[in-house]
């Protein structure tokens, strides 16, 4: 029984990264508008549409969480309050620079965010968590460190992109681990409600004329409803049933698919030295999986 439990957050996870391996095929269509434009509607768009469903059919829910917000002490409330608004703030980093890079630098460059991202989300594990590494795992950390840095030797300046995108999704992940007893949907609406507001006076300074082309909102509408919200969703729910790590882990699948993509579909082209480096870091994804699944087999 526990297994099948533990099923259904594996499968959200796998659910959502999945979807997220595929973000290129709505967002590169919008190649033609700024970055910010683009995060700005989308941001907006999801604020509205979730505080609708909230206040539609989860007004229960919302009292019950706001209840047990208030009566929790004050340390502890003060501790959700802030890792909320971290939340927002890393969503908001991670959003912008995802976009960025995918429309701006190259789909490769988002693969390898997402390829370094789990690993990073390993080690802030442990070292914020408490989660255990054993020594091939730690082995499959160093392994991929050093693919990492061979592909700063094919472009800098696109690792250091590549860093952000996934420095700021780990912390997202791991701060997610501890925000745990309240309603996902409705911790999610406040993290993109908080989002909304700090995008907000930036709106009439930094946006674009606009845009008036109805190609624009239907994919922002995609973007908004399936790559935001349903598949955010999917990924908090896996954190409240699975530790920060093995989501991190489940994670590859988004690389994995961006990178087939991007040489398929967008035809990009590789070095010699990249493709050395994809294939270590892949080395070390295997070595940590295969890690984790002996430890299963052994607890079994």
Not at 19 to 43: E, K
Not at 152 to 160: A, E, Q, V
Not at 196 to 219: D, K, M, N, R, V
Request: glycine letters at 4%; proline letters at 3%.
């Amino acid at each position: 029984m526990k297994n099948l439990n533990n099923f259904k957050y594996y499968l959200a996870a796998i659910v959502a990264f999945s979807i997220w391996g595929s973000f290129s095929l709505v967002l590169r269509p919008l190649q033609s508008y700024s970055s910010l434009d683009i995060l700005f509607y989308r941001v907006f768009s999801c604020a509205v549409l979730m505080s609708v469903v909230s206040m539609i059919w989860k007004r229960k829910k919302m009292k019950e969480n706001l209840e047990r917000f208030i009566g929790l002490p004050v340390k502890k409330r003060n501790k959700i309050l802030w890792l909320n608004i971290g939340a927002s703030i890393l969503l908001t980093i991670n959003w912008f620079s995802f976009i960025y890079v995918m429309n701006h630098i190259n789909v490769r460059a988002t693969s390898v965010a997402y390829l370094i991202c789990p690993v990073l989300t390993t080690v802030l594990a442990y070292l914020f968590l408490r989660e255990k590494l054993n020594s091939s795992q730690w082995f499959a950390v160093l392994l991929s460190f050093t693919g990492c840095i061979l592909l700063s030797y094919t472009s800098l300046i696109n690792m250091l992109y590549s860093a952000i995108v996934g420095l700021s999704y780990a912390c997202y992940l791991i701060s997610q681990n501890k925000n745990d007893g309240f309603d996902k949907f409705l911790t999610l609406n406040i993290h993109i409600v908080l989002s909304a507001i700090s995008l907000l006076p930036f709106y009439p300074f930094y946006s674009g004329p606009l845009p008036t082309q109805i190609q624009f909102y239907f994919y922002v509408e995609i973007i908004a409803i399936l790559y935001t919200i349903v598949a955010l969703f999917l990924n908090l729910y896996a954190l409240s049933g699975i530790s920060s790590s093995k989501v991190g882990m489940i994670l590859n699948l988004n690389p994995i698919i961006a990178f087939i993509l991007s040489i398929t579909l967008y035809h990009e082209s590789f070095s010699l030295i990249t493709i050395i480096a994809y294939s270590i870091i892949l080395m070390a994804v295997v070595i940590f999986n295969s890690s984790n699944l002996v430890q299963s087999s052994k607890s079994k």
